[in-house]
């Protein structure tokens, strides 16, 4: 089984930049994922990138976040810029159960990490 293992998250005021990080216990192909989860909310996917480094973000994050994979590194990232407070959330790394994943579905995804805190304070 896959092993997730995240880090980068911490503490920002609004208006702040974070990258998260997710590093991959094997060489990994499969599509990856992020989500958080807000105390209170459901968890929501954030942002995908597939195998041929194809991605798709959540409509509301697009222009802020950018997912991106270094597999040679076996790490996942997550760039976040201008964040809100309502960004503040729990951030967990997936990964998927095929090469190319439809969409930001939890079921589309087999093995988590632990998770990152994240959060921003206005």
């Known amino acids: 089984q896959v092993q997730l293992v995240e880090s980068g998250g911490g503490s920002v005021q609004a208006g702040g930049s974070l990258r998260l990080s997710c590093e991959v216990s094997v060489y990994f192909l499969n599509c990856m994922g992020w989500f958080r989860q807000a105390p209170g909310k459901e968890r929501e996917g954030v942002a995908l990138?597939?195998?041929?480094?194809?991605?798709i973000y959540a409509d509301s994050l697009k222009d802020r976040f950018t997912i991106s994979r270094d597999n040679n590194k076996k790490t996942l990232y997550l760039e976040m810029n201008s964040l809100k407070p309502e960004d503040t959330a729990m951030y967990y790394c997936?990964?998927?159960?095929?090469?190319?994943?439809?969409?930001?579905?939890?079921?589309?995804?087999?093995?988590w990490g632990q998770g990152t805190q994240v959060t921003v304070s206005s």
């Open positions: 997936a990964a998927g159960k095929r090469w190319e994943c439809p969409g930001l579905q939890s079921g589309n995804f087999n093995s």
């Open positions: 990138i597939n195998g041929d480094f194809t991605t």
